[in-house]
């Protein structure tokens, strides 16, 4: 259970600033006392290198780090500890799939699907990757609605399509794809599938076993932990046969002047000191997020999405984006007001302490689609409550009266 009244003390952020409204949770989460705390009691108690130390400090450290391994393969719904690859972040997690698979199995010629409402870090390594290898990139369409267009998937769903890379939620529009039918979509057509979970796993039950997709992606800085530490899911079938991104100490089983032999994944894709003490406190994430439950977060996220875009709608001038469906969207709302570049609303919230988002957030060819150069993005989570809402919404009508005098 969230306990609305209570949950902003968990957050010392909020001590050192407590008028502070911070609406930018996409970007990244405000930390708890239990993850900082991991964080420290790592560094004060248990503090030294992973896998190769003998003595009793560092096995302690390596089991710590196992563990968060493992509890992350559950919390995901992951078929063991060994799908679970550290990386620093997304970004990292995309790139590796980028280079380890696509580079070595697709040919000139070949495309990799992807969606007009890809954050760029789900776009430019496969651009990377399709320049040197001559593949061609292919961006499904949304719909008014801001949801994918279906005729567009199928139109270009075609045989040359090698690989689908998709994000599970949009982190400008809101927008849930429904990622378990989309993998089996593209799996009847024998296309793998890798999902951009950055805005899905902070806020809802992940379980990427039953969605059967072959790669998944996501950050800690997205929900709760430090930043520094991501994860990469990949299916067993990949584990053995992928060469390894990048090369180094703790990836290997042994070196000679002539040749290398690799460990076995996920050490594989772990090359040199990984951030220990981020992915231990992203256990503790993990721990605080379990202890609420994903579904009551899942709920509290969408009453405030729903209120919200009620609040939003009563503002003079305003444009919402994103779907309008509740069933179809997470916590995320992007708009614009007529007449203020969404820069001026950001800095103007701003002067009354409310953190919100302003720009393209990453997502370019979306908002050349959408038609404008950028947006201003609310982006709740647990902490969020109705109240930070309506100081959000009496800031805009304040904007706009000094504006527009109305
Ligand atoms: N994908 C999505 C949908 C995101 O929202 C973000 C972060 N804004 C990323 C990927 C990239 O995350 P990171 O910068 O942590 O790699």
């Given at each position: 259970m969230i306990n609305k009244n209570t949950i902003k003390k968990d957050f010392p952020i909020f001590k050192a600033n407590p008028k502070l409204v911070y609406l930018d949770s996409a970007a990244t989460t405000q930390k708890p006392q239990a993850v900082i705390d991991a964080l420290v009691k790592h560094y004060e108690n248990t503090n030294a290198n992973i896998h190769r130390g003998i003595y009793e400090m560092s096995e302690q450290a390596t089991k710590h780090y196992e563990e968060a391994r493992a509890k992350i393969a559950r919390f995901i719904g992951a078929?063991?500890?060994?799908n679970i690859i550290f990386t620093r972040n997304t970004t990292e997690a995309v790139n590796l799939v980028a280079q380890s698979f696509a580079r070595h199995h697709l040919k000139a010629g070949d495309e990799i699907l992807l969606t007009v409402m890809e954050h760029h870090s789900n776009i430019v390594p496969w651009y990377l990757v399709a320049k040197e290898k001559k593949l061609k990139l292919r961006f499904v369409r949304i719909t008014s609605d801001g949801t994918l267009d279906p005729k567009d998937l199928v139109a270009k769903a075609t045989k040359k399509v090698k690989l689908a890379a998709f994000t599970h939620v949009s982190n400008v529009l809101g927008t849930v794809n429904p990622a378990r039918d989309l993998v089996s979509f593209f799996h009847a057509r024998g296309i793998p599938a890798l999902i951009d979970g950055a805005q899905a796993v902070p806020h809802m039950s992940v379980d990427v076993s039953a969605m059967d997709c072959d790669f998944y992606a996501f950050s800690g800085h997205k929900m709760l932990a430090p930043t520094g530490i991501g994860v990469l899911y990949m299916k067993d079938k990949y584990l053995g046969s992928l060469p390894p991104f990048l090369g180094g100490g703790e990836m290997i089983r042994s070196v000679s002047e002539t040749n290398v032999v690799f460990a076995d994944a996920p050490a594989k894709f772990e090359a040199g000191t990984p951030a220990i003490e981020a992915a231990i406190a992203l256990g503790a994430a993990v721990d605080y997020l379990e202890h609420i439950g994903m579904k009551n977060i899942e709920r509290h996220e969408k009453e405030l999405a729903q209120y919200t875009l009620e609040k939003l709608r009563q503002v003079p001038g305003v444009t919402v984006y994103g779907p309008t469906d509740m069933k179809r969207r997470s916590g995320a709302v992007a708009f614009n007001l007529k007449g203020i570049h969404p820069h001026d609303i950001a800095s103007l919230l701003d002067e009354q302490n409310i953190a919100v988002r302003a720009g393209n957030h990453c997502a370019m060819p979306l908002h050349k689609f959408l038609g404008v150069p950028a947006t201003c993005r609310i982006s709740p989570y647990i902490y969020n409550t109705k109240k930070d809402i309506g100081v959000l919404y009496d800031a805009l009508g304040d904007i706009n009266k000094t504006m527009f005098g109305s």
């Amino acid at each position: 259970m969230i306990n609305k009244n209570t949950i902003k003390k968990d957050f010392p952020i909020f001590k050192a600033n407590p008028k502070l409204v911070y609406l930018d949770s996409a970007a990244t989460t405000q930390k708890p006392q239990a993850v900082i705390d991991a964080l420290v009691k790592h560094y004060e108690n248990t503090n030294a290198n992973i896998h190769r130390g003998i003595y009793e400090m560092s096995e302690q450290a390596t089991k710590h780090y196992e563990e968060a391994r493992a509890k992350i393969a559950r919390f995901i719904g992951a078929q063991g500890a060994r799908n679970i690859i550290f990386t620093r972040n997304t970004t990292e997690a995309v790139n590796l799939v980028a280079q380890s698979f696509a580079r070595h199995h697709l040919k000139a010629g070949d495309e990799i699907l992807l969606t007009v409402m890809e954050h760029h870090s789900n776009i430019v390594p496969w651009y990377l990757v399709a320049k040197e290898k001559k593949l061609k990139l292919r961006f499904v369409r949304i719909t008014s609605d801001g949801t994918l267009d279906p005729k567009d998937l199928v139109a270009k769903a075609t045989k040359k399509v090698k690989l689908a890379a998709f994000t599970h939620v949009s982190n400008v529009l809101g927008t849930v794809n429904p990622a378990r039918d989309l993998v089996s979509f593209f799996h009847a057509r024998g296309i793998p599938a890798l999902i951009d979970g950055a805005q899905a796993v902070p806020h809802m039950s992940v379980d990427v076993s039953a969605m059967d997709c072959d790669f998944y992606a996501f950050s800690g800085h997205k929900m709760l932990a430090p930043t520094g530490i991501g994860v990469l899911y990949m299916k067993d079938k990949y584990l053995g046969s992928l060469p390894p991104f990048l090369g180094g100490g703790e990836m290997i089983r042994s070196v000679s002047e002539t040749n290398v032999v690799f460990a076995d994944a996920p050490a594989k894709f772990e090359a040199g000191t990984p951030a220990i003490e981020a992915a231990i406190a992203l256990g503790a994430a993990v721990d605080y997020l379990e202890h609420i439950g994903m579904k009551n977060i899942e709920r509290h996220e969408k009453e405030l999405a729903q209120y919200t875009l009620e609040k939003l709608r009563q503002v003079p001038g305003v444009t919402v984006y994103g779907p309008t469906d509740m069933k179809r969207r997470s916590g995320a709302v992007a708009f614009n007001l007529k007449g203020i570049h969404p820069h001026d609303i950001a800095s103007l919230l701003d002067e009354q302490n409310i953190a919100v988002r302003a720009g393209n957030h990453c997502a370019m060819p979306l908002h050349k689609f959408l038609g404008v150069p950028a947006t201003c993005r609310i982006s709740p989570y647990i902490y969020n409550t109705k109240k930070d809402i309506g100081v959000l919404y009496d800031a805009l009508g304040d904007i706009n009266k000094t504006m527009f005098g109305s």
